[in-house]
């Protein structure tokens, strides 16, 4: 069974330039994450969908950032423009459902400096 | 809000050790437990989920244990290999379901 696929590996982009990662999660998997992580740092949540809800973005800065759930599947997160503070591994996660005892399995990230 | 504290924040030891890697949470009331491990330039493989009625769960080496009065939960390595090295994370939800909240993390350093 194919884990969470994210692309691209890496990317690198000059300031006020747009970037978009996308994610494919596990299949069946309902629940959606996105997270930053900061060098030396653990992940910390973005955003949460279930299906193709969003139902956590508390901590998406929304003037920059924005996400999508095609029809509760594939994910894309966006940013723009980037700024150098948006320099982090960007990493998608998804689980069966958030409720309950489920596990989270996390794709290979996404490697983002902005020079 | 919940917090999670990781000690200690490194960890150097000879091939063959036992050790324990500790993690702290402020919230008690969480329904389960995880332990991840990240190589760097990787993201992060699950190793371990801790249900909240279960008190202990082992795959392998490992051994994690989970004390939600106490607001702790250990990872126990038996005899550490030099592949064993990475970054151990653990991660506990808080009142949002889903949404996990991280330690800091732990560099293991497991030398020959």
């Known amino acids: 069974e194919a884990g969470v696929v994210q692309s691209p590996r890496y990317k690198i982009i000059e300031k006020k330039q747009p970037v978009a990662f996308w994610c494919n999660p596990i299949?069946?998997?309902?629940?959606l994450y996105w997270y930053r992580q900061n060098l030396g740092q653990g992940p910390e949540l973005l955003i949460r969908y279930e299906n193709e809800e969003a139902v956590d973005d508390s901590q998406l800065p929304k003037d920059r950032f924005s996400a999508e759930r095609l029809k509760g599947v594939d994910s894309t997160l966006k940013i723009q423009p980037a700024e150098l503070g948006d320099s982090a591994v960007y990493l998608c996660?998804?689980?069966?459902?958030?409720?309950?005892?489920?596990?989270?399995?996390f794709g290979q990230g996404t490697r983002l400096t902005v020079v | 809000k919940q917090e999670v504290t990781q000690i200690p924040a490194a960890l150097s030891v000879p091939e063959g050790e036992n050790l324990v890697l500790n993690c702290s949470f402020t919230d008690s009331a969480i329904y389960n437990l995880q332990w991840f491990r990240q190589d760097p330039g990787k993201g992060l493989t699950s190793l371990l989920l801790?249900?909240?009625?279960?008190r202990e769960q082992t795959s392998g080496r490992l051994n994690a244990s989970l004390d939600k009065s106490s607001g702790r939960s250990t990872l126990y390595i038996a005899a550490s290999q030099p592949g064993d090295s990475a970054t151990y994370l653990c991660a506990a939800p808080g009142a949002s379901y889903g949404k996990l909240t991280f330690g800091q993390g732990t560099i293991l350093t497991v030398h020959p």
């Open positions: 996660a998804s689980s069966l459902e958030a409720r309950g005892n489920t596990e989270a399995f």
């Open positions: 801790i249900q909240s009625s279960q």
């Open positions: 299949s069946g998997h309902n629940t």
